[in-house]
């Protein structure tokens, strides 16, 4: 196996979520290498502001609690998983693009990933986990989730 030093973990809090993370965190301390945390917050403003003059900004502020929910809860996770001081990124958007955005930028050489999360069917790759598969800059890591 190449000897891995930058892996980039993505992570939706689906259940699959821990033991993707416990892979990875095994995967980080096996090859001596750093994790990137990466939750990407899907999120559509209310459809009628795309028709109605905005009155209000309260999708804004939706957008920054949304955000500030999902970096404390990947802050938790980040400790759970033993890799409490790992660069973090929750960003919006949408997640294939995103998690591919990233891993560039952060010159990722490794993606771990689910092979399906929140929107997956249990025998197919996911909506995000194909997509990342495909257009990943560097190898993308599908870790196997055993269905009880
Ligand atoms: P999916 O293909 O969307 O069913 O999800 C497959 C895997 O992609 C998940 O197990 C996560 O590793 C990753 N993923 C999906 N959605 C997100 C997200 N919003 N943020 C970060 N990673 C995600």
Not at 23 to 50: C, G, M, T
Not at 118 to 143: K, M, Q
Request: hydrophobic share 45%; proline share 7%; aromatic share 4%.
């Amino acid at each position: 196996m190449p000897d891995y030093k930058n892996i980039l973990v993505a992570v939706d809090f689906s259940p699959a979520t821990d033991v993707v993370g416990k892979k990875a965190s095994e995967l980080a301390q096996q090859n001596n290498a750093r994790i990137i945390l990466v939750h990407v917050v899907e999120y559509l403003p209310p459809i009628d502001i795309a028709y109605e003059p905005i009155t209000s900004p309260n999708w804004v502020i939706e957008e920054e609690e949304l955000l500030q929910r999902a970096k404390e809860s990947l802050e938790k996770f980040a400790i759970k998983i033993d890799a409490g001081n790992a660069p973090r990124e929750v960003v919006l958007g949408i997640p294939k693009h995103e998690i591919i955005r990233i891993a560039k930028e952060q010159e990722a050489d490794l993606i771990v990933i689910g092979p399906h999360g929140r929107h997956g069917f249990s025998r197919l790759l996911g909506s995000t986990a194909d997509p990342v598969l495909h257009n990943a800059p560097c190898d993308v890591l599908a870790v196997r989730i055993t269905e009880d």
